[in-house]
């Protein structure tokens, strides 16, 4: 059973850059769709960006592309969030998930279509 656990979250301050990080054990991270999403209080969970290891494509939600990169080690078995330029706004608990079907990129974003979440990690950006 595959178990994923988020760490690196924290409290920044706008402008500011943290990487998050989510480990994998109980089976291998390659050749799987894997993504971050986050959650603000009161909000529904969004999708933030999305990878699937055997494409050279990346999947960023509009509000981040540009500030924030998805990246995979499988040596590691671990997945990464690198945000830079941090908004008040995306203060939240961040979420990596992994899916059984890889499915079209235009559907990567979508929470519905991962089976296995970390416990998330909380991220607060103050202005």
């Known amino acids: 059973q595959l178990q994923l656990v988020e760490s690196g979250g924290g409290s920044v301050q706008a402008g500011g850059s943290l990487r998050l990080s989510c480990a994998a054990s109980?089976?291998?991270?390659?050749?799987?769709?894997v993504a971050w999403f986050r959650q603000a209080p009161g909000k529904e969970r969004e999708g933030v960006a999305a990878l699937y290891d055997r494409s050279v494509n990346r999947v960023y939600a509009d509000s981040v592309r540009g500030r924030f990169i998805i990246s995979q080690d499988n040596s590691k078995n671990t997945l990464y969030l690198q945000m830079n330029d941090l908004k008040p706004e995306e203060t939240g608990m961040y979420y990596c998930?992994?899916?059984?079907?890889?499915?079209?990129?235009?559907?990567?974003?979508?929470?519905?279509?991962?089976?296995?979440w970390g416990q998330g990690t909380q991220v607060t950006v103050s202005s």
């Open positions: 998930a992994v899916a059984n079907l890889c499915w079209p990129e235009s559907m990567r974003l979508y929470s519905s279509k991962y089976n296995y």
């Open positions: 109980g089976d291998s991270l390659s050749g799987r769709c």
